[in-house]
């Protein structure tokens, strides 16, 4: 059993810049891929980054490729997605996940998540 915490969303404007964090409670931290996941009014929830659970290989959406960085802290349980030069279309609920399992980009393939936190980017 993994517990996920978000935190550090908000509003920023267009441009700007966001880290949010996930803290991970449990244990094997470092046994689960872990994601983060996007979900804008009207649309489904959306693949934003990755970093799997083995080789710490790094994954992102074609969208924010060059912008947001994913990385993840096993001694501290913690993962982060550093966000810049933000646009009003990254505005979304967030969501940090975790997965044993070998995918990164399906949500079905993900076992836990967190609450979610806001984005929000004002133009």
Do not use: H
């Not at 550093?82 to 979304?92: H, R, W």
């Amino acid at each position: 059993q993994v517990q996920l915490v978000e935190s550090g969303g908000g509003l920023v404007q267009a441009g700007g810049s966001l880290r949010l964090s996930c803290a991970a409670s449990g244990r094997a931290f470092s046994s689960y891929t872990m994601g983060w996941f996007q979900k804008a009014p009207g649309r489904g929830r959306e693949f934003v980054a990755a970093a799997t659970r083995i080789r710490g290989t790094i994954y992102y959406a074609d969208s924010v490729k060059g912008r947001f960085t994913i990385s993840r802290d096993n001694s501290k349980n913690t993962v982060y997605l550093q966000m810049s030069s933000l646009k009003p279309e990254d505005t979304a609920v967030y969501y940090c996940a975790a997965n044993m399992g070998l995918g990164y980009d399906n949500q079905y393939e993900y076992d836990y998540w967190g609450q979610g936190t806001q984005v929000t980017v004002s133009s």
